[in-house]
Every structure is written in structure tokens, then in C-alpha cells.
């Protein structure tokens, strides 16, 4: 999902346990802008019915970042390594969120696991 105008996501491919690819295509006019990817999987370990919420619910998680300056070429494909106790081949939901890069004292392609817990969410 991008909150960026002008940038699609095309498509994510799973790499490896921890590692994931997004494709990222720029629709606007001008200079590509800087963006960050937040990417986070989830993996429910509650026993019962999948596909149902409930209050007492719990999640594996992986978490992980990436960044991108401005100018880069579109299309362009950003690697995005996720960190956690569990693999990406077993996730139940992948969502990488693309916003644009506000601390420009950030170097190309930092990848991080700075997203907080949640309660009911371990990693």
C-alpha cells in the first residue's frame, strides 16, 4: 500500500525465510521522490477457526524496513529483510506500507526492525 503519489506497488516476491522483494513503479512527473518501506507478516497462533478475530487472538510477527533516495529509475525492485521468529513462507498476511522518506540523513538501503509490539503480537 502506498501513501506516496505517483508510486504503485507491482509486485512482492518472497525470497527467502526472511527475506522479501518489492517492485515499486513511479506514474508522476519529475524526480522519482525518497520513500520508506515498512513491511511487517503475520502468522496467527491461536487455536481455532481461521479466518476469525477474536479478543484473546494472538501473532507471530517479522518486521523490517528499507529506504530509497530520490532519483532512483523506475521500475525499481527494493529488497526488504524482516526479522522475527518465524519464516515468511508461513505467514498469513504480508503488508509493506510506502511513505515518503522523512529523515534524509538516512542511507540508501538501511534496513531495520523498528516497528513497536502490539499487545497480542509477539515476534
Given at each position: 500500500m ?15 525465510d ?56 523506475s ?49
Open positions: 502506498s501513501l506516496v503519489n505517483g508510486i504503485k506497488s507491482t509486485w512482492l516476491i518472497i525470497s527467502s526472511n527475506d522479501l522483494s518489492l517492485n515499486l513503479r513511479y506514474t508522476g512527473t519529475g524526480t522519482t521522490p525518497a520513500v520508506s518501506l515498512y513491511a511487517t507478516a503475520l502468522k496467527n497462533t491461536t487455536l481455532g477457526q481461521q479466518g476469525t478475530l477474536s479478543q484473546n487472538q494472538s501473532f507471530q510477527r517479522l518486521t523490517g524496513s528499507n529506504v530509497t533516495n530520490a532519483g532512483w529509475v521500475p525499481l525492485t527494493v529488497p526488504i529483510r524482516l526479522n522475527g521468529g518465524m519464516s515468511l513462507y508461513d505467514a498469513d498476511l504480508i503488508i509493506v506500507m510506502i511513505v515518503p522518506l522523512n529523515n534524509s540523513t538516512t542511507g540508501s538501503n538501511a534496513t531495520t526492525a523498528t516497528i513497536p509490539a502490539s499487545p497480542g503480537i509477539t515476534s
